[in-house]
């Protein structure tokens, strides 16, 4: 605060934009207005709106929109009555901290208790946030623009990884892959509706849930998103360029872009990680970031997009297009197993799985080779890893037991460049991905060729 006023002093603007630097300028918008600095773009108020817990609830409820049952905690007691009410699973997070901090998905009243004794002390100054977590809902980000009165999508983009899984770490498919017409239609809506009703001047960022048909609101951020400079090579529009000059007193129309660009070519971006440099990390993935940057694969199919991203992400992420997938899933995972085993046989991969997961997939008459478990002794799943039998893991866990158990099959994954998948969609995606491989190889072309123009 006393920075930007400093700098405000000197420079004497005749104002500040808020909307370009993640979260921390929104916390400061308020007290800038306060202190005489003038507000380009969306109102102070407006903001806060979005950011208020209670206040972000009413405007869902006043424009009769869906969102995860939720409740407030300040102590332990309180923060089991909201659990109980809503139902579990449910994720929990500090009410003061940036890139998912300290968030989890709990399934039970233990799990709880024992997250709010070592996670946080809950107190009324630091409120405990308690969401109903939707399990196998698709997460979306919708990126748009709006000058008060008129809103323009920018990009839709589908996460691969399921909600539950912070969007910084997930990779996501610009256009959607799987989304329904109908279910884009009424994304698209609801996000002109929440722009519209904020009077967002500038940039917005939505993340939404689909589950069972169903839209839910989870987020609302009226400023640019870290998918801004993805959206924009994406469609070809420098969003972050034409967003200043509407906060500078331009309208859409004025500025030229008063439609949402359709594109022939799928954009996927991939997180990037930075887990070898970190002895000891664990390669799951949640509600904390653990991301470092980003990279984008683009071609005309899915399957060709989500490869070129792999090769992006550096050698443990270049897929395979022979040899050996181990498979080891928990137990709710197990009809994909089956399906994935399907798949990538099909390919032409042997498949090895542990004893559970290969008596699923040997019932539906798929040839499977049973390995040991780590704890089960030797040789066992880490062993073939360190000597080059297997080219591809797919291992998912739940439970703090299961992901201790099965953590040194990750790690050796990728202290020995081994592309590993610990979602089920992650590794639909990554089957995509070689099939598109094997059937030809990839091309190379400049970016612009992509776009039929491009604004300036």
Request: proline letters at 6%; glycine letters at 8%.
């Amino acid at each position: 605060m006393e920075d930007v006023l400093n700098i405000a002093d000197v420079e004497q603007p005749e104002g500040g934009i808020v909307q370009f630097g993640g979260q921390t300028p929104l916390n400061l918008a308020v007290p800038l207005l306060n202190a005489g600095v003038k507000i380009l773009g969306t109102s102070p108020d407006s903001i806060d709106r979005a950011e208020d817990r209670e206040r972000f609830k009413e405007l869902l409820q006043r424009l009769g929109l869906r969102q995860p049952a939720n409740g407030t905690a300040t102590s332990v007691a309180e923060a089991m009555a909201i659990a109980h009410q809503i139902g579990y699973p449910v994720i929990v997070r500090p009410s003061y901290v940036l890139g998912g901090r300290a968030m989890e998905v709990v399934y039970d009243e233990t799990d709880l208790h024992e997250y709010v004794d070592r996670a946080v002390q809950a107190s009324p100054e630091h409120p405990l946030l308690i969401d109903k977590f939707l399990e196998d809902a698709i997460e979306i980000d919708v990126d748009a623009i709006a000058d008060g009165e008129t809103v323009v999508i920018g990009g839709i983009m589908e996460h691969i990884e399921e909600a539950g899984v912070h969007s910084g770490d997930s990779a996501c498919s610009l256009p959607p892959y799987s989304l329904s017409s109908r279910i884009k239609a009424e994304i698209k809506e609801q996000t002109k509706r929440l722009a519209l009703e904020l009077r967002v001047v500038g940039l917005i960022n939505i993340q939404f849930a689909v589950k069972n048909g169903d839209v839910y609101v989870l987020e609302v951020n009226p400023r640019a998103s870290r998918t801004i400079p993805f959206v924009s090579k994406a469609i070809g529009v420098p969003l972050a360029k034409l967003a200043a000059r509407v906060m500078a007193g331009k309208t859409l129309q004025a500025v030229g872009f008063t439609k949402e660009r359709e594109i022939n070519h799928i954009a996927l971006k991939e997180a990037v990680f930075p887990f070898i440099k970190f002895p000891g990390v664990d390669t799951i993935l949640g509600p904390e970031m653990k991301s470092t940057g980003e990279v984008m694969g683009i071609d005309l199919t899915f399957g060709r997009a989500f490869a070129k991203s792999q090769l992006s992400v550096g050698p443990a992420g270049s897929l395979p297009t022979g040899g050996t997938v181990f498979i080891s899933v928990k137990d709710k995972d197990k009809p994909a197993a089956i399906q994935l085993a399907k798949a990538l046989r099909e390919l032409g991969f042997t498949i090895l799985a542990t004893q559970g997961t290969a008596d699923a997939v040997r019932l539906s008459g798929i040839p499977v080779e049973v390995v040991l478990k780590v704890i089960e002794g030797s040789p066992h799943v880490v062993d073939y890893i360190r000597n080059g039998a297997v080219q591809l893991l797919i291992n998912t866990t739940m439970g703090k037991n299961s992901i201790r158990d099965s953590y040194s099959i990750r790690r050796a994954a990728l202290v020995y460049n081994i592309p590993y998948c610990t979602t089920i969609p992650g590794a639909f995606a990554a089957t995509h991905g070689i099939k598109a491989l094997l059937d030809g190889p990839l091309a190379i072309k400049p970016l612009q060729e992509y776009h039929p123009y491009v604004l300036v």
